[in-house]
């Protein structure tokens, strides 16, 4: 038979009521407190989320800041070659170059004046208008009667021309027109026009180039000079 009386439960019950009391009072972790913590609890996850991702990105753009180096250094080993076999080019040329033209012709004879003119020529073609010009100019001052004397004088305008020196060079390609002999006549009117065109002169050019056409029906530049007209 149970003999236990009811009074004996009360303990317990009063301890289960203390508990639930204690809760209630505040003397456990409140509901705002837990929900402060799970905040930044996530934010410290967020955060390092984001470092992750940044960390990733960096890595990224190392990478391809580190093809980009490899590219530029490969660009730069090629382009140091290239200055290289350039010099040595140079250097090449600079020991196999002529001379600087002779500036005191006078006296010469016309088989010297003849083979000076062509290496004037020579130098022409090669680009070297400075020492073309200088060369024309001695032969065009030597003294000596030479049917090219005319010639002489024409190629210094356009050694000039080549210089880009285009106003001298009018001023050489008119005095073509002082000699008697006419065989470069409609050269240097064709290059008069060109020198202005290069300056810009448009309005002059064009007037120039109609003289071409009136002049020198029959000259082998009335093609180009009509070509000319057409674009201005």
């Not at 236990?4 to 505040?26: R, W």
């Not at 448009?202 to 009136?214: G, N, S, V």
Request: one cysteine or more.
């Amino acid at each position: 038979m149970r003999t236990d009386h009811p009074i004996k439960c009360f303990p317990y019950i009063g301890i289960t009521a203390l508990i639930i009391v204690f809760f209630l009072s505040g003397c456990g972790p409140s509901r705002s407190v837990i929900e402060d913590k799970d905040r930044r609890i996530q934010n410290q996850v967020e955060q390092i989320e984001q470092l992750q991702h940044d960390n990733a990105e960096l890595r990224r753009d190392l990478a391809q800041l580190a093809r980009e180096n490899r590219s530029l250094n490969a660009r730069i080993a090629e382009l140091e070659k290239q200055l290289l076999e350039e010099r040595e080019r140079l250097k090449a040329l600079e020991e196999t170059k002529e001379p600087s033209p002779r500036t005191d012709l006078a006296g010469i004879s016309v088989r010297e004046f003849d083979r000076e003119y062509n290496r004037a020529l020579n130098l022409f073609m090669n680009r070297r208008y400075e020492d073309a010009k200088n060369l024309f100019t001695s032969l065009l001052h030597s003294g000596v009667e030479h049917p090219l004397i005319m010639n002489c004088q024409y190629w210094i305008g356009e050694s000039l021309f080549g210089m880009r020196e285009y106003r001298q060079a009018i001023e050489e390609f008119q005095k073509v027109f002082n000699y008697e002999s006419r065989l470069k006549y409609d050269d240097a009117q064709i290059m008069t026009a060109n020198s202005y065109f290069m300056l810009g002169n448009k309005e002059r050019a064009r007037e120039e180039y109609q003289t071409l056409l009136d002049r020198y029906p029959n000259s082998e530049y009335v093609g180009f000079a009509r070509h000319r007209l057409r674009e201005m």
